[in-house]
């Protein structure tokens, strides 16, 4: 072997080599994430299945839901979340309607907030309760909205 051909096999064999480490850094080193938090709903019984759909008043016009929150950030967040009961067509995110109620805790990172939701309907119609999440802002010192909402449509019937 001459030495132009030693000189391209050295070549050839430190790009194997070195298209290796590359390979094995990329594989072993994770993306970045974007930093989010998340809203969801499951029913009564902790899952994403039996939502109330046909409610009857008098009879089954109080239901639960269960709300989670999933903090993502990379950093310590105050959450509030704001529960909003309209007829079908409230428009959302943000609904422009009052809150009926609202929860609020610190969520550390990577924490998640479960927790349940009684609701009562006393009127007949087509409804819809929506779920806001909302974030401490603290250089302007008031919540702002994530952009992040859940919601159920149901109907409620006179017995």
């Known amino acids: 072997m001459g030495d132009e051909e030693k000189a391209i096999a050295v070549a050839v064999l430190s790009a194997i080599i070195i298209l290796a480490g590359l390979l094995a850094y990329i594989s072993l080193?994770?993306?970045?994430?974007?930093?989010?938090?998340?809203?969801?709903?499951?029913?009564?019984?902790?899952?994403?299945?039996n939502y109330p759909q046909l409610l009857v008043l008098g009879e089954n016009n109080t239901f639960l839901l269960w709300v989670g929150v999933e903090n993502f950030m990379g950093r310590i967040e105050h959450c509030s979340v704001l529960v909003k009961v309209g007829d079908r067509m409230?428009?959302?995110?943000?609904?422009?309607?009052?809150?009926v109620k609202r929860f609020e805790k610190v969520l550390l990172d990577k924490e998640t907030w479960e927790f349940p939701v009684t609701m009562t309907v006393n009127q007949s119609g087509e409804h819809r309760i929506i779920f806001e999440l909302w974030l401490?802002?603290?250089l302007e010192n008031v919540f702002s909205y994530s952009g992040s909402w859940c919601s159920r449509r149901f109907d409620v019937i006179e017995s």
Do not use: R
């Open 29 to 49: 080193t994770p993306a970045p994430q974007k930093p989010f938090v998340s809203l969801y709903l499951l029913d009564s019984e902790k899952k994403a299945e």
């Open 90 to 99: 409230v428009p959302v995110d943000p609904s422009p309607i009052e809150p």
């Open 136 to 138: 401490f802002d603290e």
